[in-house]
């Protein structure tokens, strides 16, 4: 049996991540539960599920309904990383949204758990620091592209690829003209075609910053060069990314858009379970097209290219300025448009800030946040 806290139970990754492990009651049993402020939410998930511990980041205090006492409740922010650190069992599904869950990935990793990682942000701002304290085996992706890269590099053997092939959706304004981009509405941003996710990466997805983190999530999971690093945008989301060899082999991971097969791979890697996702079927598959991203109509690809090669805290500015402009996108204090002009604004700023360590990178996200802010209030 695999104990798993899972850190933002309530959103869409903790919801299917509850669904897809209540599948195998024999092999997984939850040992804690956080939700920001969705208390009503985290109350049924304990209920259900009987953790010892559990938290409402977002809050100072909350009624704990009288049935609940076998579970001990937890406040405020401070309390993601003790839940992280103390929660019993051996994994940790981290599933906050934002570089909020930095400081509760390093508290698990010191407290010697594995870290099944669906929150990219956090890789995006710590990446060095980060993976100097997951060693081999401590870290395991959950976002669909990466577990992808990591199932197509179980076959490598002693093997490096030469390329790793990032699959991208292109999001709901693929085929659009920038001009009509630049003024879409939160509507149509949170229409993702093929995925249903949180807000944030749902608009993440729209702008392609979400490729753009995932790109520098990539190279610090697969230790790759920028230039390894290919962006395939393929709308149909069915390969879910590849790796090239250098004798010219491919080898993909293929399978129907379902976020309950890589989280269910991270909990229970190097085994495969049921995870009640839909078989693919190929003879209905019409056909699989591939196409280069527009970088032109979405420079977020280029912005992350430019942090990697820069370096330090550049990643860190790029996703907190993201973070900043895209919830004032959701606010809607400025258009679509504008949301690319903040950041690469921030990275200008701030784009060459040191990232040595936890207090490097708190600057630089504050710093980015400030210069962000500043740029959304300017007109
Ligand atoms: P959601 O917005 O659906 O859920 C976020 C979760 O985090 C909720 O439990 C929320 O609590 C909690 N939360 C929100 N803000 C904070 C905070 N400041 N501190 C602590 N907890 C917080 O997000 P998703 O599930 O879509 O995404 C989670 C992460 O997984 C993101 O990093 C995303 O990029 C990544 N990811 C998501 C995919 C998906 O399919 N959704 C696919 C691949 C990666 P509350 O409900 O109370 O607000
Ligand atoms: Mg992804």
Redesign the pocket.
Known sequence: MRGIAI??????????AIDVLSLHPDRFFVTAL??????A??FDQVRLLRPRLAA???MDHAPIPADLSFCEFRFG?RA?EEVAAQAEGSDVL?????V??LK?VMAARKADKRVLL?????LVAGGEMVMNACPPGTLLP???EHSAIFQCLQGAGPNRYEKILLTASGGPFRTWEKDQIAAATVTQALGHPT????????V?SASMF?KA?EIIEAKWLFDAYPEQIQVVVHPQSIVHSAVQFKDGAVIAQLGSPD?KV?ILYAMSYPERLETGARELDLFQLRQLTFEKPDTEKFPAIGMAYDALRAGGAAACVLNAANETACYAFLREEIPFGRIAGVVAGALQKYGSLPARDLADIDRADALAREEAGRLIHKN
């Open positions: 850190l933002g139970s309530t959103g869409s990754i903790g919801r299917q956080t939700a920001h402020r969705n208390a939410l985290l409402l980041t977002g922010p993601l981290a599933a906050v949204v934002g909020a869950g509760s669906a929150n990219k942000e956090t959950v976002d669909s995925w249903n996710m949180g807000a944030k990466i749902t993440d979400n983190l976020m890589p």
